[in-house]
Structures are given as structure tokens and as C-alpha cells.
């Protein structure tokens, strides 16, 4: 057993605004099943103190002038303790973890992160009186970058460990704030935390980690290439002996159609033929035509380029002449919201777009669809196309990231060896999809092939089990002398 210290800036069902809160609520779970000793830290937004119910303080300490509590809680639902980062003038303010209510970033947001990386360090060095010292800390994505860099000055510390959910956000700032947070002048180096006269978060993770995950083997392999590598890839390439992929895992309690909270009709893979209404039940509910022979597409995603919302919206032309209905629910970038918005109000009959955040929206459309898409420019892993797997909901995806390594096209040998469940793009274009579409249309026309498929998906295995195993050998070797 070791004694893990999990950082997070954000952790479902507390406060999420992606997938990795769905990790951070879910990966410490399984890992505390597997007998690992967690502590999850978060910072205090007003939204977590919201949901707690019980909670005690556990100590307190002033950085950067401005006191700091850590409070106490679980995780709901889990028995996983919780240890939330309680600066009221860094995270007590209405809005989102990362930006206020227009979606514009927080400007001390440097500082905010900062705060909650040293926070992060003194725990890890035993400095807070918390009686609890880890073994490991796992830091993920730019907001705990700061945590590997600090912690190597030290000599007798934890091991680190630095996920890479998305490479694409890297925590940059100005280097006056890097002089303003009076970081340690040593991390200002190319082989530290500068990059192109920039602080840059995340280089903290990727250079001064013992170990580095991305949340998929592909995307592992993908982020060593300038195409996809932002700029770090040399990086990566240097430290490549070091870094690997480890496949995200879903909380199957949540995400289950058997048991589903916002299902009225549940059903798993024994009873498919229950699955279709929750199709005519949500055609009903946002007043579309109730059809059962249109294949209904679902979406429910972040509205940004990432997510291939170009090529969505080239296709659309074409998309709403055939026998489909789309269900678009997202927020983002706002010329997206708009264009999307746009084409719905002209083709009321095939096309919703719901703008917001809604939780039971997004398990209603998995449960309604038969088909989802995701034809993403790239994936690091992606949760939606494992839900959809998981509710009998064939995922149309491009062949990148996580992506490329779940989901297996429904080519005629795929089909006959039963091991397709979804169809895969040649490439990121509005034709390939087109195609796709096409392909996955003709054989919703044939019931006895498109069961299968369904069976074949949600028959899948997307557990934590195995990937929290490898996280724990991957403690045990970040652990080991000759790391
Ligand atoms: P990413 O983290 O890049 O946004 P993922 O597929 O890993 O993509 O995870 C996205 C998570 O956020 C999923 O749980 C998805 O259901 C959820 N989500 C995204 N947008 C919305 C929305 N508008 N309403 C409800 N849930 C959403
Ligand atoms: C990021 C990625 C997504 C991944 C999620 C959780 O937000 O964009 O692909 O599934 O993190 O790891």
C-alpha cells in the first residue's frame, strides 16, 4: 500500500467543467479499492462548499499574504478523503474554476494555481501537521504543473507524477509573474519552467516529473510529433523513456443504463429492445418529430475546434437531407454556439442544439442515440465515446488519441468477427465523415447486424480496474531506487 497524494483542480461530482473531472472523481475511487491510501486535493470553490455535508478543519497557514485552511470532506459516494485548498480570496468568487461567467480566464489565475501547487508541496513535505505524508504525488495537467518543479529542489521528497489529460492547455504567463509569484530563480531555465520567455505551468509537470501519462497510448505516442506536440514535443522526445499512455476507465455506477438516475426507461444489453424509448421520450421532450425509423446522431461536448466542430459544420448541409436527427448539446466558443443555433432555428424537424451544461441532458441524449459524434482534430482520451460504447450508442469518431483506441471501425471483417462497435473516419474531413455517416446509415437498415453492434459495444470493458492497476505499478516504479 502506498500513500497517494492526488491533485486535482477539479473532481465530479464537486465541480466539473470536462473530463477530467469525471478522472478525478473516479480514477481515486478505484484506486482506494485497490488498497492505495488517498488524499484528493482540490481547491475550495464555492460550488464544492456548496455540496459537502460534513466537513472539519484541519490546518491553516498564510501564502502570499492571504490566509489558507485545509478542510476535510469525502468524495460523495465514496469513502475517498478529500482535502480542499480553502483560500476565499483566490477561489471564493462566483463563476468557473478557470474563468468567470463571460468565459473569460481569471486574471490572478497564475496566482490561484500557484497557491494551491505550494499548498500542494508543503503537504507533500510533511510541512502542514496533517500527519500524513505521501509517497506519491500525482499531479494532472497545467493547474498542479508547479508541483513536480518545486518539489525537485528538494532531496528528500515523494515521488511525482504528471498527467497529461490535454497538451493543448499549458498554463502560460507573463515571466513578470513568474518574478512577481517569486518562484525559485533556478526554474527559469529552458530545461525548466521558460518557454520562449514564457512561465509555462505545465513544463513543470513534463520536465521535473519523475513520470509522465497521457490518458491514452495513442496520445502518448501522437504528442512526440510536431503536429500534435504544441511545441513540447523535443521535450517529450527527451523524456520519452519516461512517459507513457495509461486508457482512462469510466465510473460505471454513473454511467450505466441498467440503473441510470435520469433514465425513465433503463435497459442493458439483455433488453435493447427497451433502448428506443429513450428516443422517442427525448424526441418528445425537445419537440421533434417522434420517428423511431431516423437514426438520431447525439453530441454533448465542449463547442470547441478540438471537438471538430469545422468539419460539423461543413457537413451540415448535407447531414440534414438524410434520415437523421442531430442533438447537439454543448457550450464554448461563441461563434460556435452560434452558427449551431443558427442552422437548428432553419431545420427545427432534424436539428436541436441546446446551449448550457445539463448533466441529465447529457445521459438522456447517450441513452436516445443511436449514433454519437466525435470526429475530434485530436483526443487525448475522451469520455463521451466510452459512455456511448456503454449505452449500445455507436460512437462516429476520427482515428486519433483515445479515440483510435477504443473504438473499431465496422469494417465487413470487423462485423463478422463481432468485434466492431462504432465507425471510424479515414481522416478529419467533412467528406470522410459524410462517408461514415453514410456507411453507419445503411447498416442501421439492417436490425440484425446494428443489434450486434450495439451488443459488441456495450460488452466492452472500460472498468478502472485494469488502468488503476497500472497506475499503481507505475507508483511502484517511480518509487523504486534507479527511477
Ligand atoms: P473533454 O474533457 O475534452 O471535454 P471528455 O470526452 O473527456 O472531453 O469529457 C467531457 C465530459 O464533460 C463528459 O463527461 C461529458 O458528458 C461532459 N460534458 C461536456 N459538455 C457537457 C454539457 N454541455 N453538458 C453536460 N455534460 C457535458
Ligand atoms: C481532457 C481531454 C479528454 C480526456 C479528458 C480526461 O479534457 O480533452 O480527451 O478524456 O481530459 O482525461
Given at each position: 500500500m502506498s500513500k497517494i497524494l492526488y491533485i486535482s483542480s477539479e473532481a465530479f461530482p464537486l465541480i466539473k467543467t470536462g473530463g477530467l473531472a469525471d478522472v478525478a472523481g473516479s480514477l481515486p475511487v478505484a484506486l482506494l479499492k485497490q488498497s492505495q491510501d488517498m488524499r484528493l486535493l482540490l481547491p475550495a470553490y464555492p460550488e464544492v462548499l456548496n455540496k459537502i455535508t460534513r466537513s472539519k478543519k484541519l490546518s491553516a497557514k498564510t501564502y502570499y499574504n492571504m490566509p489558507v485552511e485545509i478542510i476535510e470532506t469525502r468524495l460523495p459516494g465514496s469513502n475517498v478523503i478529500v482535502w480542499l485548498v480553502d483560500c476565499p480570496a483566490l477561489f471564493d468568487r462566483p463563476g468557473g474554476p478557470y474563468s468567470n461567467s463571460h468565459g473569460q480566464a481569471w486574471h490572478d489565475n497564475a496566482l490561484r494555481f500557484a497557491v494551491f501547487c505550494y499548498v500542494a508541496v508543503d503537504i507533500a513535505l510533511n510541512?502542514?501537521?496533517?500527519?500524513w505524508q505521501p509517497d506519491v504525488v500525482h499531479c494532472n495537467d497545467w493547474q498542479s504543473g508547479l508541483v513536480p518543479a518545486l518539489l525537485s529542489l528538494h532531496t528528500e521528497r515523494p515521488a511525482t507524477i504528471f498527467t497529461v489529460?490535454?497538451?493543448?492547455y499549458q498554463g502560460l504567463f507573463n515571466h513578470q509573474t513568474f518574478i512577481h509569484l517569486h518562484l525559485?530563480?533556478?526554474?527559469?531555465?529552458i530545461n525548466g519552467l521558460e518557454f520562449y520567455g514564457q512561465l509555462s505551468f505545465i513544463k513543470g509537470g513534463l520536465v521535473y516529473a519523475d513520470k509522465i501519462t497521457t490518458v491514452s497510448p495513442s496520445y502518448a505516442h501522437e504528442i512526440l510529433s510536431p503536429e500534435f506536440g504544441y511545441g513540447l514535443d523535443g521535450l517529450l522526445n527527451n523524456r520519452s523513456e519516461h512517459l507513457s499512455g495509461i486508457l482512462n476507465g469510466i465510473d460505471e455506477k454513473h454511467w450505466n443504463p441498467g440503473t441510470d438516475k435520469y433514465l425513465k426507461q433503463k435497459y442493458n444489453r439483455h433488453s435493447l429492445a427497451k433502448k428506443p424509448r429513450n428516443k422517442t421520450q427525448l424526441q418528445e421532450e425537445l419537440s421533434l418529430p417522434v420517428d423511431a425509423s431516423l437514426a438520431m446522431i447525439g453530441m454533448v461536448s465542449r463547442l470547441v475546434e478540438q471537438k471538430g466542430l469545422d468539419i460539423i459544420l461543413q457537413s451540415l448541409a448535407t447531414l440534414i437531407t438524410m434520415p437523421v436527427q442531430l442533438v447537439i448539446l454543448g457550450t464554448g466558443e461563441t461563434h460556435y454556439e452560434i452558427q449551431l443555433t443558427e442552422w437548428a432555428q432553419q431545420h427545427p424537424d432534424r436539428l436541436k442544439v441546446i446551449i448550457g451544461y445539463n448533466e441529465a441532458l447529457a445521459h438522456k441524449i447517450e441513452a436516445a442515440s443511436d449514433l454519437y459524434l466525435m470526429p475530434s482534430?485530436?483526443?487525448?482520451?475522451?469520455l463521451n465515446q466510452l459512455y456511448s460504447l456503454r449505452y449500445g450508442n455507436l460512437p462516429i469518431v476520427t482515428p486519433v488519441g483515445g479515440l483510435a483506441d477504443t473504438v473499431i471501425d465496422a469494417s465487413e471483417k470487423n462485423i463478422k468477427n463481432k468485434t466492431a462497435n462504432g465507425f471510424v473516419l479515414e481522416q478529419q474531413s467533412a467528406t470522410a465523415l459524410l462517408n461514415s455517416v453514410q456507411r453507419a446509415l445503411a447498416l442501421f437498415q439492417k436490425p440484425e447486424v446494428w443489434r450486434q453492434l450495439q451488443v459488441n459495444a456495450m460488452r466492452g470493458d472500460f472498468s478502472w480496474q485494469t488502468s488503476a492497476g497500472r497506475y499503481i505499478a507505475l507508483y511502484q516504479q517511480a518509487l523504486s531506487p534507479n527511477c
Open positions: 510541512q502542514l501537521q496533517l500527519n489529460h490535454n497538451l493543448a525559485p530563480d533556478e526554474l527559469w531555465q482534430t485530436f483526443e487525448p482520451c475522451g
